[in-house]
T-cell receptor, first 115, second 109 residues
Framework: NAGVTQTPKFRVLKTGQSMTLLCAQD?????MYWYRQDPGMGLRLIHY???????AKGEVPDGYNVSRLKKQNFLLGLESAAPSQTSVYFC??????????????FGQGTRLTVV | GNSVTQMEGPVTLSEEAFLTINCTYT??????LFWYVQYPGEGLQLLLK?????DKGSNKGFEATYRKETTSFHLEKGSVQVSDSAVYFC????????FGKGTMLLVSP
C-alpha cells in the first residue's frame, strides 16, 4: 500500500538553485495538491490539479510551477530557490473534490532548506 | 475568502482528561469540515469529517459536530491517552482544503 509517495524526503538548496519535487499516487485519484507547512501558519495550498493535464493556483503560488503530465504524478518545481521557500512540503491526492465526500490522502512530506 | 481559526496550543493534559479543541470557520455556503491529525515526522491523516449541518463525525473516541449556527466544528474526546499526543488541524473546503494553524496536544501519563 504505497498511497502517496514524495521524493526526496530532505533537500538542502543554495539560493538561486532549482529543483523538482515529485509526488506519485497509486490510487487512481483525479485530484492532487501541493501544500507547504510553516510554523504557526498551518498548511497553505500552493497549486492543485483536478485531472491529468490541468493545474490551478492556490493560495501561495508565487515562485512555484507545477505539471501533471501523467495522472499518477504531480511535480512541483522551484526555478530559483529563495530562503523564504524553506518549508515542509506536502503532497495530497483525492478521488474527487470534497463535494463528492472524498478524503484527501497525504504524503510523508519533503523538508526543504534553502541557504 | 475561506478561513479556519482554531485555538492555539500547546494544550497540555493528563491522561484520561477531557479534551476540547475549538475550531470556527468562515466560508460562503456550507463547506465540508474535517479534522486531520499529524504525528511527529509524519504526514496528515484524516481523523473525522462532516459534510452537512448537524452531522457528527467520530473516530477513535474523538467527535465533532457541524454547527451551522455558530460556524463551528469543535473536537472533543472524553478521555485522552498519551498516544493522542500530536498536532490537530481543523480544515474546511469544497474542492480544496483550507487549514487552521494547528493545535499541538501533549498528554502526560
Amino acid at each position: 500500500n504505497a498511497g502517496v509517495t514524495q521524493t526526496p524526503k530532505f533537500r538542502v538548496l543554495k539560493t538561486g538553485q532549482s529543483m523538482t519535487l515529485l509526488c506519485a499516487q497509486d490510487m487512481n485519484h483525479e485530484y492532487m495538491y501541493w501544500y507547504r507547512q510553516d510554523p504557526g501558519m498551518g498548511l497553505r495550498l500552493i497549486h492543485y490539479s483536478v485531472g491529468e493535464g490541468t493545474t490551478a493556483k492556490g493560495e501561495v503560488p508565487d515562485g512555484y510551477n507545477v505539471s501533471r503530465l501523467k495522472k499518477q504524478n504531480f511535480l512541483l518545481g522551484l526555478e530559483s530557490a529563495a530562503p523564504s521557500q524553506t518549508s515542509v512540503y506536502f503532497c495530497a491526492s483525492s478521488y474527487g473534490g470534497l463535494r463528492e465526500n472524498t478524503e484527501a490522502f497525504f504524503g510523508q512530506g519533503t523538508r526543504l532548506t534553502v541557504v | 475568502g475561506n478561513s479556519v481559526t482554531q485555538m492555539e496550543g500547546p494544550v497540555t493534559l493528563s491522561e484520561e482528561a477531557f479534551l476540547t479543541i475549538n475550531c470556527t470557520y468562515t466560508a460562503t455556503g456550507y463547506p465540508s469540515l474535517f479534522w486531520y491529525v499529524q504525528y511527529p515526522g509524519e504526514g496528515l491523516q484524516l481523523l473525522l469529517k462532516a459534510t452537512k449541518a448537524d452531522d457528527k463525525g467520530s473516530n477513535k473516541g474523538f467527535e465533532a459536530t457541524y454547527r451551522k449556527e455558530t460556524t463551528s466544528f469543535h473536537l472533543e474526546k472524553g478521555s485522552v491517552q498519551v498516544s493522542d499526543s500530536a498536532v490537530y488541524f481543523c480544515a474546511s473546503g469544497y474542492s480544496t482544503l483550507t487549514f487552521g494553524k494547528g493545535t499541538m496536544l501533549l498528554v502526560s501519563p
